[in-house]
């Protein structure tokens, strides 16, 4: 018998089900069976931790702040407060508490002992590390285990005694050992590409860097008079156009108000519009448009004889911030994904040579068809960064987020924000376009506001610009995630972009989802939740079947995503801690998957929520957790104890409901 399945709750069968207290006494207890007779006690303690891993210290004091009757404000609303627990959390979690490595570590060993040329210290008597490998060894933590990951595949630990499975690679005096045959099988083979050499990041510093392709195309942008506009940039438009786009800047809302239309299919001067070049454009410009071919002409690449994208049909894994991360993708990879973009960089801060934008955009050598994602809000910023990828690093593509709602991009005129800015969009298409040697793809959103779909306007003028691809979220800024991606819009829009390639994306969990989206006419799928939840999902695609995981084969996968990321962040102190907090940050999505075995009915949709239920073992229960402190239990599995007043957090709220 079916039990009754509530709105918006995935249907568990009825024997898995249990309630909350239920859950919970079960993982208390380590899987034991019972548990009701656990003490009140602890089951408070449990709920304020619980409480304190939830929320910022900061809106956890305002909340208890005494009102004006002297009341506290959460004794006022105690009445409200049942149904305000059920309400699930949405946004992100601002001012989440950041641990900075000497929070783990307080005696940190030199770097120029463990790489053993101590002498050279280029701080000398100022450093304020520790040069004495006997005092670090007196105050290290704990090995955390007896085999060290990169010792075991590349010969070699580079962290030496630093290293926290140091005991498997050292020797007499804490000598690094070093497998001498296993080293010379790796030795000049570059596993991760596009790193941020030194010699690059002081050009950028310093503003060496020469943007010659990107100079020229802004010239053209530049106002024949320079009476107005920052930085002496404009846009070549009428007076009455930048009236009607000076009403759309980030600053006045960006079109959210009715009075204001931004659309760019509106087009009331299409031909202005095509053109980024202003009006007298010859004085402008050194570059003549008529006579005989110049040597500028002979060196720009035509657009047919840019490396063609060839994707279509292909599973394509989405740009994921903080998750989507080089070891995730790695084990996307293992499970079929076919194409990989790198995690949202800011344009700025890669122009700016900061070393932790530049990660962003390493490459693994299984990546064979990557590309990477840039933001940016103005045609001069982005044009240089695409010209400095072009030169710098190996992408076989280069995509323009246009679809991020967040307000901190949004309010700067970045992401969603494009959509309403049509002539800046157009010149940062069109820029990007001329200095890239590389296709040029853009993601988008249906538009901005919830009931107003602006996406099938704005994609003609997309193929116009000189784009190889588009990507349609089937979702508006306002909507965020809720509800569910319109894929009849985007079918349509599918067939205004033809012949461009239209990448659908939105709601896909299964392998039916993704051949109703392939039934829509769109040239493939992108991937993003569903790859999070279960990376399995493209195997699951490509085999066209429904894989039942089991708790032990999931574990391994978080095992390869642990060693994955120790290989990538190191296997320091540092390094396993960076390891755990992206882990912790996956385990956030990866609770929300419910075993196949479990469901009542096939497949599970994913704006369902998991209702409580008791897997098949132990650790399959334990996966199923939404509580922080049973995703750190996991982590400890994996990572060893977490260190003294260690805390961690979620990005989004939704991950943190209990």
Known sequence: MAAAVAAGVAPVRARFLASKEQFHAYLRAGGRAGGEGEEEEEEKKEEEVGRCQSEPLAKRVKSEEPGEDGESREDAGAEEKEPAERKRARGQ????????????????????????CAEKCYFGPRCRFLHDVGEYMATKPADLGLSCVLFKTFGK???????????????????????????????????VRNNLSKE????????????????????????????????????????????????????????????????????PKPDTL??????????????????????????????????????????????????????????????????????????????????SEWALLKRHHTEDIFGVQLEGAFPDTMTKCAELLNQTIEVDFVDINVGCPIDLVYKKGGGCALMTRSNKFEQIVRGMNS??????????????QEKINVAHKIIPK??????????????????????????DYIAQCAKIASPMPLFGNGDILSYEDANRAMEMGVSGIMIARGALIKPWLFTEIKEQR????????????????????????????????????????????????????????????????????????YLETLMASQNVSDWIKISELLLGPVPTSFTFLPKHKANSYR
Request: aromatic share 8%.
């Open 157 to 191: 630990c580079i962290y030496g005694v630093t290293c926290r499975f140091a005991q498997a690679h050292l020797g007499d005096g804490y000598q690094n050992v070093i497998n001498v045959d296993l080293a010379k099988q790796w030795e000049g083979k570059s596993l």
């Open 274 to 355: 095509q053109s980024p070049s202003p009006t007298g454009g010859e004085e402008a410009s050194p570059m003549k448009t008529v006579g005989p071919v110049t040597d500028e002409d002979m060196i720009k690449l035509r657009s047919c004889e840019k490396r063609k994208l060839e994707i279509q049909g292909k599973l394509y894994l989405a740009p994921l911030t903080t998750c989507g991360n080089l070891p995730f993708r790695r084990i996307c990879k293992r499970f079929g994904a076919d194409v990989t973009c790198g995690e949202m960089a800011v344009c700025t801060n890669l122009l700016q040579g900061q070393s």
């Open 546 to 617: 429904h894989w039942d995981i089991s708790s032990s084969e999931r574990f391994d996968i978080l095992q390869d995503f642990t060693n994955y990321g120790l290989e990538h962040w190191g296997s320091d102190t540092q390094g396993v801690e960076k390891t755990r907090k992206f882990l912790l940050e996956w385990l956030s999505f990866l609770c929300r998957y419910i075993p196949v075995g479990l469901l009542e009915h096939l497949p599970q949709k994913i704006n369902e929520r998991p209702p409580y239920y008791m897997g098949r073992d």
């Open 200 to 267: 690059l990041q002081h050009q950028l510093r310093k503003r060496k860097f020469s943007f010659r392709k990107a100079e020229e195309y802004l010239r053209g942008l530049a106002k024949p008079h320079g009476d107005g506009g920052k930085g002496g940039k404009a846009t070549g438009r009428s007076t009455e156009e930048q009236e009607v786009s000076n009403c759309t800047t980030p600053q006045e809302g960006l079109g959210d108000s009715p009075e204001c239309p931004v659309l760019p299919g509106e087009d």
């Open 93 to 116: 979690n601002k001012s989440r508490p950041c641990m900075k490595p000497n929070h783990y570590e307080p005696s940190r060993l030199c770097p120029s002992v463990t790489q053993g």
């Open 435 to 448: 200095v890239l040697d590389v296709p040029l793809t853009v993601k988008i959103r249906t538009g901005v």
């Open 462 to 487: 997309i193929r116009e610009w000189g784009a190889s691809m588009v990507t349609l979220h089937g979702r508006s800024r306002e909507q965020r995630y809720t509800r569910g991606a319109d894929w």
